[in-house]
């Protein structure tokens, strides 16, 4: 257990319906990472929250937004859903700040979506 | 937007011998990591560099930092079944925590 959780692990959904994922970070992380990693491919950077506010995004579509909650957790919302989107989408955490900490971030065990 | 590059993008050794994996910044960066992912796992932190010219070793794991901090590099000596997985660098831009990852190289080994 890294100590991130993400629900579900699974999710299998029809195009154009809507999905939320959900993170709970490592306690005492303040910032949270949404990546994404299709089959066999790298982890694309989606988004970043600190503390409550969004502090970096990457090629996020629009059809994608995310949100970090008063207690740190985050949920990334995925709508009109396309056979494309399916994939692994992981969350990570890490201390905060503008430097990364020694450890580095700490992933989740990811949430596999398969759009059908 | 930052890019981070990763060769071979898939290395397949005997169990024993060497691998060494290269990553490629298209900026200068504050800071590299690494990562392992195992297969159907997710990505575990291996270590941060930081300085210029920077060498850390963990047992068989030698990492490296390039002079222009723009470049790294990861050797396995002796590599184990233990191993295989897929290695990222992930690169980090000052000012920013936010980490771009390499296209990951894949070792596989056979024993």
């Known amino acids: 257990d890294s100590g991130v959780t993400q629900t579900p692990k699974h999710l299998i959904t029809a195009t154009g319906q809507r999905v939320t994922l959900r993170c709970s970070p490592r306690?005492?992380?303040?910032?949270v990472y949404w990546y994404q990693q299709s089959l066999d491919q790298g982890l694309q950077f989606l988004i970043q929250?600190?503390?409550?506010?969004?502090?970096a995004k990457g090629n996020i579509l629009e059809r994608f937004s995310a949100q970090q909650f008063p207690d740190l957790h985050s949920e990334l919302n995925l709508s009109s859903l396309e056979l494309g989107d399916s994939a692994l989408y992981f969350c990570?955490?890490?201390?905060?700040?503008?430097?990364?900490?020694?450890?580095?971030?700490?992933f989740g065990s990811g949430t596999r979506l398969t759009v059908v | 937007g930052q890019q981070v590059m990763q060769i071979p993008q898939y290395q397949h050794v005997q169990e024993g011998e060497d691998f060494t994996t290269y990553c490629n910044s298209s900026?200068?960066?504050?800071?590299i990591q690494w990562y392992k992912q195992r297969p159907g796992g997710h990505p575990v932190f291996l270590i941060q560099?930081?300085?210029?010219?920077e060498v850390k070793k963990q047992k068989r794991l030698t990492f490296q930092f390039g002079e222009a901090k723009k470049n790294s590099s990861l050797h396995i000596t002796a590599t184990q079944t233990t191993d295989v997985g897929t290695y990222f660098c992930?690169?980090?831009?000052?000012?920013?925590?936010?980490?771009?990852f390499g296209t990951g190289t894949r070792l596989l080994v056979s024993p």
């Open positions: 929250y600190y503390n409550g506010e969004e502090r």
């Open positions: 990570a955490s890490s201390g905060g700040g503008n430097n990364p900490p020694g450890y580095g971030y700490t």
């Open positions: 900026t200068t960066l504050s800071n």
């Open positions: 306690s005492g992380d303040l910032s």
């Open positions: 992930a690169g980090g831009e000052t000012g920013f925590q936010k980490l771009v």
């Open positions: 560099l930081v300085k210029s010219g």
